[in-house]
């Protein structure tokens, strides 16, 4: 969609913000001693990084969003029982000294820890703009009236990229090098709706331009000592995120009839010294004038570094606590990230900075959201495409720049991938298949949502959605006719239920006409491992409102039902340079899905007013098979309409793709007829069940 000014005081104002940082101060010159090649690099006068601050010894990423969470809270009169909606927006999954956890998603441990036991919680990962692409979705659903408040947190313990990055930078053009500019932060963002008009979000606009989607990749190193490693090509990142970030400020500020002079301050992503000035000058020369100045720009870097999604909040806590900002000042936020992405968001300040100043307490109290009676307009599945397991892998060119991005676009559209097939060939093929049946081209879709857990090269940044839509011809740069959006959602196996609940109200709210939801799992895991593997699938679900009103989701629900095993999970691990995924056995929690899910069901369906007779089909989510027996022989009226899976798929755990597949069976010969209704039920790790009702 193009760039529209949002309604004036339509949005969302931030109630409070919280920050975490580590105790321990690193400097620069620490940093480069520490380096096993000596470097004759001045770091600190090209970054203007004097020192940032250091986790990992007691701390790690979900106990800094925890910290930061806490004390956002602390300074609200919301509380915590009243988050309506709870988004983890952290890169960084480490959460020990030897680990990462894929599953329960952070927000589900954020959920539980914190007590947000009515939120609905999930994942959102998009590089650096992960934080501002929460306050979108936020924003957007707080502007829609459907919810009343919103957690966004992140917590990022990167500096151990930099200790990997020590052992590894061979000399002063290594791609390494940016890694040694990262600090740990974590931060939190509450927000509820801006009824008095006194401050809140004008705008918020970001584009994903996915062609530079090389030029910035982390992952798990190769090398024996493990770790993790970033790999930047920093000019040519540099300059592609400054031409494009610019331009999406002269657009935005266009739409909404304002220059840069209209505001008081500039917060730009934190990266270094030199890209901060280089963005003041580029804005001058578009603007055609001194419309910027770069002592109006805050610079937080000397004390903090890069602290990846949490710079903009660290950077607002401190101008606000040192007077650089003050209440009423209007603030340009500007979003730049690997992907690439780039964002822009007018804001007028209430009284944040006072209160922050004082140590004082909001008085605000979220408002409840709108609990439609009746059915919503339907946003619908026009199509679904899969990649296809059994069959045979057609040949593709060789490999691209990461293991995550190897087939060519146009062979990954066209064929299917086989069983050996890598992340972005089953995204490929599934949503290729999905625009084919939808009559769609990849310029056509505005928004794309990447919903898997495991990924080849388990890729920690960019977001995988970004790869995909630099990969397959989904361009949203200033030389394209339209513009899209691409950030990757997790939430286990609930997390495809989630992305399409995601996309449907972003459409509603008008963010957004054409979404693909695309899920591809590529399971790596050790050998011996108990239980079922993920199946290697992919799959894609084109969503649209349904202009005739007579098809697609109507409404959904979810919640925790119990509170996490802390043993139960999937995580990265190393050993001599090879990662793999160590995951419990997921039949064990299969029965307590099964126990749980009739009365979500039963929620969802009272909550829309619809009698469990009308319901033609249930899409459940992978059981295994006695389990799926039992819950058919004793659930009342439902049971007996439990979907089975086509025989190509049936015995697999389908995860992310059981929904589409399912759907898509019930749909095509599945015994359903155009107009009645199914429920369409999702499961993670995490002990979340979530329901959708859909219309045929």
């Not at 970030?245 to 909404?256: D, I, S």
């Not at 580029?282 to 805050?298: P, S, Y």
């Not at 060119?397 to 062979?411: G, V």
């Not at 959605?465 to 361009?475: N, S, W």
Request: glycine share 10%; proline share 6%.
């Amino acid at each position: 969609m193009s760039i529209q000014a949002a309604p004036a005081g339509a949005g969302s104002v931030i109630d409070s913000i919280g920050v975490a940082l580590p105790d321990r101060v690193m400097t620069t010159r620490e940093v480069l001693d520490g380096c096993r090649s000596r470097l004759a690099l001045p770091l600190e006068q090209t970054t203007g990084i004097v020192s940032r601050r250091v986790a990992g010894d007691v701390e790690y990423a979900l106990d800094l969003a925890t910290r930061a969470a806490e004390d956002c809270v602390s300074r609200s009169s919301i509380g915590l029982g009243d988050v309506d909606l709870l988004i983890s927006a952290s890169i960084s999954r480490v959460d020990s000294p030897q680990r990462s956890t894929y599953e329960p998603s952070a927000a589900t441990h954020l959920r539980h820890r914190l007590g947000c036991e009515r939120a609905w919680a999930f994942d959102v990962t998009n590089a650096c703009a992960g934080q501002f692409t929460g306050i979108y979705i936020a924003d957007a659903l707080i502007r829609a009236g459907e919810i009343g408040s919103a957690l966004i947190v992140s917590g990022e313990y990167i500096s151990h990229l930099m200790r990997t990055a020590q052992l590894e930078i061979a000399d002063e053009l290594d791609a390494r090098i940016a890694c040694l500019t990262l600090g740990d932060a974590g931060a939190a963002v509450l927000l509820t709706r801006a009824d008095d008009g006194s401050g809140g979000f004008d705008h918020i606009g970001i584009r994903t331009v996915g062609r530079y989607h090389t030029l910035c990749v982390a992952g798990p190193t190769d090398r024996p000592h493990g770790g993790v490693i970033m790999k930047t090509d920093m000019m040519g990142l540099a300059a592609a995120g400054i031409r494009e970030m610019v331009a999406h400020t002269q657009q935005t500020l266009g739409a909404m009839g304002l220059s840069p002079t209209d505001f008081d301050r500039f917060i730009p992503h934190q990266t270094s010294t030199l890209a901060i000035q280089a963005a003041v000058r580029r804005t001058n020369k578009v603007f055609g004038g001194v419309v910027l100045d770069e002592r109006d720009v805050i610079n937080n870097l000397p004390r903090r570094g890069n602290t990846a999604t949490t710079t903009h909040t660290v950077a607002l806590r401190d101008a606000s606590l040192d007077g650089r900002i003050r209440t009423g000042d209007r603030v340009l936020f500007e979003v730049a990230a690997s992907g690439v992405n780039v964002g822009t968001a007018a804001y007028r300040l209430d009284g944040l900075p006072d209160r922050l100043a004082r140590g004082a307490r909001s008085s605000r109290t979220a408002p409840p959201p709108r609990r439609p009676a009746s059915w919503r307009h339907p946003v619908r599945a026009v199509a679904i495409g899969l990649a296809d397991p059994t069959a045979a892998a057609a040949p593709h060119p060789a490999a691209a720049a990461h293991p995550a991005a190897d087939p060519h676009p146009a062979a990954a559209a066209a064929a299917q991938p086989g069983a050996g097939a890598t992340t972005l060939q089953l995204i490929g093929a599934a949503t290729g298949d999905c625009l084919r049946r939808a009559g769609v081209r990849a310029s056509g879709v505005d928004l794309l949502i990447h919903v898997g857990v495991y990924r080849t090269g388990m890729i920690a940044e960019p977001a995988i959605a970004a790869i995909a839509a630099g990969e397959l011809g989904f361009d949203g740069s200033t030389a394209a006719t339209g513009e899209i959006l691409a950030f990757d959602v997790a939430n286990g196996a609930l997390g495809m239920l989630d992305g399409c609940r995601i996309a449907a109200e972003l459409i509603r709210a008008g963010k957004a006409d054409t979404a693909v939801v695309v899920a591809s799992e590529v399971e790596q895991r050790e050998p011996g491992a108990v239980g079922p593997a993920v199946a290697r699938c992919g799959s894609a679900v084109l969503l649209r409102l349904d202009p005739d009103r007579a098809s697609g989701f109507l409404g959904f629900h979810s919640r925790s039902v119990a509170t996490p095993a802390p043993d139960r999970g999937a995580w990265v691990m190393q050993d001599g340079g090879h990662s793999f995924i160590r995951a419990t056995d997921r039949t064990e929690p299969a029965a307590a899905y099964a126990e749980h899910l009739p009365v979500v069901v039963a929620e969802l369906l009272d909550r829309l007013r619809v009698r469990p007779d009308a319901i033609r089909a249930v899409v459940p989510p992978w059981l295994p098979p006695p389990v799926a027996r039992r819950l058919r022989d004793t659930w009342p009226v439902l049971g007996p309409r439990l979907t089975t899976l086509p025989p190509a798929w049936d015995g697999t755990d389908l995860f992310t793709s059981a929904l589409p597949i399912g759907l898509r069976a019930v749909s095509a010969g599945g015994g359903v007829s155009p107009g009645e209704l199914v429920v369409v039920v999702g499961a993670s790790t995490g002990m979340e069940i979530g329901a959708a009702l859909y219309r045929i």
